[in-house]
């Protein structure tokens, strides 16, 4: 059984202490007073009216009242499960990462996977991009690695990312389409910010309506650094795959099994976890020496483009098994706070102008989705090592702080930090050199937005390719602007001419006048082949 299964899991222990089963109790109030009825409020009379000082129905009602939370500003609709990382070999040589040195260790983890842009209640086969957040619940604290199934991203810059959400969710005059891309302010928005355009040849391909979860890859998307214990620091691409393979619905089958299931993967993730039938996912990186930044023709800061793997390969280091269920999707899934700025000694951030946004906007949405700056107690967040820092009180704070310090520096309880020379020391930020002149200016690095999206769609099979010109055409084709829908397609010539054209006439526009883009390509054997390896669906 799954319990059995995640036994001796630091983190299933941690929870076991939060469990409470109600079945065949006796109800009580949150104060705890026995309730002798739970039907009929308290009256003047048995017409009424009712009384306040009925302290069980105010209980009651009140706490109903407040039983909504905000849904997540994008990626409110997820479903999730725990499991356990196992490393197949110690990453000792790259990262001082505790949880990748030793290869008997299991690291306890809880992966949410979600769609981005519909609501809570969406439907699961909608064409999206999918999260796939992992947190690993390691013996030095949390790591979290928050990523999409797709390898790329729409913009460079999170300066952009309210304004990719504004034009993608639904328009705010009549607050439609639910769930879909299909509308003039998205494709408005794409045609305008061509940085997109590799992220939309992945989003218009079938990796953006897969069969399953556990058929769905996982991809941190940004280069963060893995640090080893001697400092020195290479670049790193994180990667999850499915041991099951990439599979894919087709959107035929995605709107059917949508309109007779919304819930159809969730349930598919749930049932495989019942009958003991767990999902796996395979982890492998992808690392550059620090040496080798400036060794290739794309900016591997730039989070629209991926590593091709023929240049840097995939080592895969590890794997995940998802081997429970939750107990309450509000208390774990619903709760659960996924950061990209979790990170533990031995992985650290780049200059990725993305990434860098990401870390503030995380934990600010956090702050008032869970009520405020105590949400790391909430038992799903908890990390599994002790806490003990001077943060205090606030909105709901569970922690009895015994004594009386609460500062630093103090002589009184000697509660001090690490310092980097003591073994098991602190978090250490990778001391990399900077300079340049404050400015808003963008690297011309990052000026590239047709290469890969070329490469990628030179690397679909015909069928895939098919899906694509169909998707663009839906898609586009519900587009309500007529100059908007020549937009996209006088952007997407550079990406194909056949393609584009084929488009432009099924959605009953011009044909586009311009021309494929040339492809830079980062090594003679890609612009040879003109492909790039992509894994297989
Ligand atoms: C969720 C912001 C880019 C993956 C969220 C949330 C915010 C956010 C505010 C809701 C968090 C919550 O309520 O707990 C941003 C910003 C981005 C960005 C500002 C760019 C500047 C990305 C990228 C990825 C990603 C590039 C993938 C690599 C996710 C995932 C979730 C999420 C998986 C859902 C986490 C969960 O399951 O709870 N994002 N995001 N985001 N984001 Fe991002």
Redesign the pocket.
């Given at each position: 059984d799954q319990r059995k299964d995640a036994d001796g899991n630091a983190k299933d222990k941690q929870l076991e202490r939060f469990r409470i089963n109600n079945d065949g109790k006796k109800m009580n109030t949150n104060q705890g007073i026995k309730v002798s009825n739970d039907e009929d409020s308290l009256k003047a009379g048995v017409r009424g009216p009712t009384i306040m000082e009925d302290f069980h129905f105010r209980e009651k009602m009140t706490h109903f009242d407040h039983e909504r939370i905000p849904e997540?500003?994008?990626?409110a609709r997820?479903f999730a499960a725990h499991g356990e990382f196992e490393l197949y070999e110690s990453m000792k040589e790259f990262t001082r990462a505790n949880f990748l040195q030793d290869t008997s260790k299991k690291t306890p983890v809880f992966v949410?996977f979600?769609t981005v842009v519909g609501s809570l209640g969406s439907m699961d086969t909608a064409r999206d991009v999918r999260?796939?957040?992992t947190k690993f619940y390691t013996e030095e604290g949390n790591y979290d690695l928050?990523?999409?199934n797709i390898p790329v991203?729409f913009i460079q810059d999170?300066i952009k990312?309210p304004d990719l959400i504004h034009a993608v969710k639904p328009e705010p005059h009549n607050e439609m389409p639910q769930a879909a891309s299909a509308h003039d302010t998205f494709w408005d928005f794409v045609a305008n910010n061509q940085e997109i355009a590799h992220m939309i040849m992945w989003h218009m391909s079938d990796r953006t309506i897969p069969r399953s979860f556990r058929m769905m890859e996982g991809?941190?998307?940004?280069t963060f650094r893995f640090v080893n214990d001697k400092g020195r620091s290479r670049f790193v691409k994180f990667h999850w795959k499915p041991v099951l393979g990439v599979h894919s619905l087709v959107w035929d089958e995605a709107q059917i099994i949508g309109g007779k299931d919304a819930d159809f993967q969730r349930r598919d993730l749930w049932e495989s976890i019942e009958i003991g039938d767990y999902p796996e996912y395979e982890l492998g990186v992808q690392m550059i020496n620090k040496e080798d930044e400036f060794k290739f023709d794309f900016d591997i800061l730039d989070?629209t483009k991926l590593w091709p793997e023929e240049l840097v390969p995939v080592k895969k280091i590890g794997k995940m098994t998802l081997n429970r269920n939750v107990d309450n999707v509000f208390a774990e899934t619903e709760q659960?706070?996924?950061h990209p700025g979790n990170v533990v000694p031995g992985i650290d951030f780049t200059n990725d102008p993305?990434l860098q946004?990401?870390l503030f906007?995380?934990i600010d949405?956090?702050l008032i989705?869970l009520g405020g700056p105590n949400f790391a107690e909430i038992p799903i967040n908890r990390p599994i090592c002790p806490i003990h820092n001077n943060q205090r009180n606030g909105f709901s704070r569970q922690t009895i702080n015994l004594g009386k310090v609460s500062y630093h520096k103090n002589s009184l309880a000697g509660n001090t930090p690490s310092t980097s020379t003591e073994k098991e020391g602190g978090f250490v930020h990778y001391e990399e050199k900077v300079e340049g002149r404050i400015t808003r200016a963008r690297s011309k690095s990052f000026d590239d937005h047709f290469s890969q999206a070329r490469l990628f769609w030179n690397s679909m099979s015909p069928p895939e390719k098919q899906h694509i010109i169909d998707a663009f055409s839906f898609e586009v084709g519900k587009v309500k602007s007529k100059s908007v829908r020549q937009q996209v397609v006088d952007m997407f010539v550079h990406v194909d001419k056949v393609m584009a054209t084929t488009v432009a006439e099924n959605i009953g526009v011009n044909r586009p006048t311009g021309e494929q883009s040339k492809v830079i390509a980062s090594s003679p054997a890609l612009s040879q082949a003109n492909t790039i390896k992509l894994p297989q669906t």
């Open positions: 997540r500003v994008v990626h997820g949410r979600s999260g796939f957040a928050v990523g999409n991203f999170a990312f991809f941190g998307v940004h989070a659960v706070a996924f993305l946004g990401r906007s995380y949405t956090q989705r």
